[in-house]
């Protein structure tokens, strides 16, 4: 079967299963997430081998350490799959909800019911774990998915599609609510991205030039993010406290991660009592260090510290390296995330209420922060579950998109009779 012939039998597939799927019960759905979390524990000794299997070819590949990581199974990973599983089954179903009802002089009721996408095509990279938080997120908003990841997971992705295989036929519904394509040749996302008839939406998940390609090239709408470069302003009204542990765990708690701090901003009138300290726990992390001229100045010439170019305020390092600005106001601020930040996620620290609602207000990103790390910035932490990626589009969903962002609204009107004169 050639991959046009293939790639057409998913999507007719796919189709017939979103009108399966769209009518299932709240009940239904909930037990096949749950039974699919089952699977993957009874199952977890085989998923460890396969998920070896693809890091031993990465490492013959030469994945960088960052790609390695995200690929990793763990115990502690394993957990947080099963628990999205059962956070989602929690979660109330947002299909069939009608809000905003408001009733005309005519005696018309009218509101909006929130229903499904359709089909959900995810493209991703790395990450096999996404294959479970695309599949319950899908699952449970009633669309179904076509999950395609990268080469360098194939053996987990398939090893997980057949847990989620196992609990959807536990409860009676078709396999083909969640497919992933069995091929990682490229010219099957080609051929995903461009089946308009079958695929309502596409979320890219991955690096810049995965998301930049699906950007140019999809004829189906796409909700996507394509840098992570996250910042924490440390105002001059901050504790210190609370300024040093966020700082330091929005940098060095993960470095692979789109939510990662990439630059610290700092107001000029704390820099030289929180610099120094900071500067110190960076270093002990192996952090690299690149700052601006000012801070380069207040940390002085002992300091390993390399003086910061125009090109790092706009770089997602994805590794242990900081830009460093210090500021002179929470304008300043402002202005600079603004100017270099991807709309991501972006903290400030500060015991100062106006000014943390004036950053609230002016960051134009998709989660703004006040005393948090942006490490938070994520589906499993704000309590959606789990997510199908960040979108950093203010159309159609914005920020972590869980089950409210994969369904859409419609208009339904109740009546009695009424003929319009």
């Known amino acids: 079967m050639g991959q046009s012939e293939y790639m057409r039998t998913v999507g007719v597939e796919a189709r017939k299963a ?3 799927i769209c009518r299932a019960s709240t009940e239904t759905k909930n037990e096949a997430l749950l039974s699919i979390g089952e699977a993957i524990l009874a199952k977890r000794s085989a998923l460890m ?14 994945l960088s350490d960052p790609m390695l990581d995200r690929l990793t199974f763990t115990d502690e990973r394993f957990e947080i799959m099963v628990e999205g599983l059962r956070q989602v089954a929690a979660l109330n179903d947002p299909v069939g909800e009608i809000t905003d009802m408001s009733y005309q002089p005519n005696g018309l009721q009218i509101g909006k019911m929130r229903t499904p996408l359709g089909v959900i095509g995810i493209i991703f990279e ?4 996404v294959t479970i938080d695309a599949a319950s997120l899908c699952l449970k908003s009633g669309n179904a998915a076509i999950l395609r990841g990268g080469s360098e997971s194939i053996y987990s992705n398939l090893g997980l599609a057949g847990c989620i295989e196992l609990g959807l036929e536990k409860v009676g519904l078709p396999a083909a609510v969640v497919q992933v394509v069995k091929d990682t040749d490229r010219k099957y996302v080609g051929e ?3 089946m308009n008839e079958f695929v309502d939406v596409i979320v890219p998940r991955g690096g810049n030039s995965l998301v930049g390609r699906i950007t140019s090239e999809a004829t189906i709408p796409v909700i996507k993010h394509l840098d992570g470069i996250c910042h924490v302003y440390i105002d001059k009204d901050a504790d210190m406290e609370k300024a040093y542990a966020i700082a330091i765990n929005a940098k060095t708690q993960r470095y692979a991660v789109c939510n990662a701090m990439e630059t610290l901003l700092v107001s000029a009138d704390v820099a030289g009592d929180i610099l ?6 960076f270093l002990e992390h192996g ?5 601006c001229e000012k801070t380069v100045s207040i940390l002085g010439a002992e300091v390993q510290i390399s003086p910061a170019k125009e090109s790092d305020w706009h770089e997602e390092y994805l590794a242990p390296i900081l830009s460093i600005r210090t500021l002179d106001s929470v304008e300043d601020a402002v202005s600079h ?5 991807s709309k991501h996620t972006d903290s400030i620290v500060t015991e100062n209420y106006t000014t943390a609602r004036q950053f609230l207000q002016e960051v134009d990103s998709s989660s703004v922060m006040v005393n948090a790390s942006t490490r938070f910035s994520d589906g499993f932490e704000y309590g959606l579950g ?9 159309l159609h969903a914005r920020g972590p998109v869980g089950l409210e962002g994969l369904t859409s609204q419609k208009y339904v009107v109740f009546g009695d009779g009424q003929v319009r004169q």
């Open 126 to 129: 790395s990450r096999p774990n």
């Open 49 to 62: 081998s396969a998920n070896e299997q693809d890091l031993e070819s990465g490492r013959k590949n030469g």
């Open 192 to 194: 995903l991205i461009t």
């Open 337 to 341: 995330i603004n100017h270099y930040g």
């Open 276 to 281: 120094p300290r900071l500067v110190a726990g």
């Open 18 to 20: 979103s009108v399966q």
């Open 287 to 291: 952090v690299e260090l690149r700052g």
């Open 386 to 394: 789990a997510e199908v990626g960040i979108s950093t589009d203010k």
